[in-house]
């Protein structure tokens, strides 16, 4: 079963940069595609972005669009999400995942297509 491990949160300005990391165990990281999810306080789990197996197709949630970069190295079985722009609204805790076997890219926002998720890790941006 593979293992999610996201790591890079903090707090940090509104204007200000983070990037996360996803470090995944295993030897199947580079099969499937993967995701960012966040989940503010009282909201529901809100699509950030996602990345073809190969890293050759991206895709955003229109929050994050020209602010957020999704990223991925295969060989480290590492995804990445660097932030820029940040803003207060953007404060939550963010979610790697890892796609299941066959998932089309119409699904990459459906947060039930995912099969295995990390704990999280906490983005906070003040104003």
């Known amino acids: 079963q593979v293992r999610l491990l996201e790591s890079g949160g903090g707090l940090v300005q509104a204007g200000g940069s983070l990037r996360l990391s996803c470090a995944a165990s295993g030897r199947t990281f580079s099969r499937y595609p993967m995701g960012w999810f966040r989940q503010a306080l009282g909201k529901e789990r809100e699509f950030v972005a996602a990345?073809?197996?190969?890293?050759?197709?991206?895709y955003y949630g229109d929050s994050v669009k020209g602010r957020f970069t999704i990223s991925r190295d295969n060989a480290r079985n590492t995804m990445y999400l660097q932030m820029n722009s940040l803003e207060p609204e953007d404060t939550a805790v963010y979610y790697c995942a890892r796609g299941g076997d066959g998932m089309g890219s119409s699904r990459y926002p459906q947060a039930n297509a995912y099969e295995s998720w990390g704990l999280g890790t906490q983005v906070t941006v003040s104003s």
């Open positions: 990345i073809s197996w190969n890293g050759a197709t991206t």
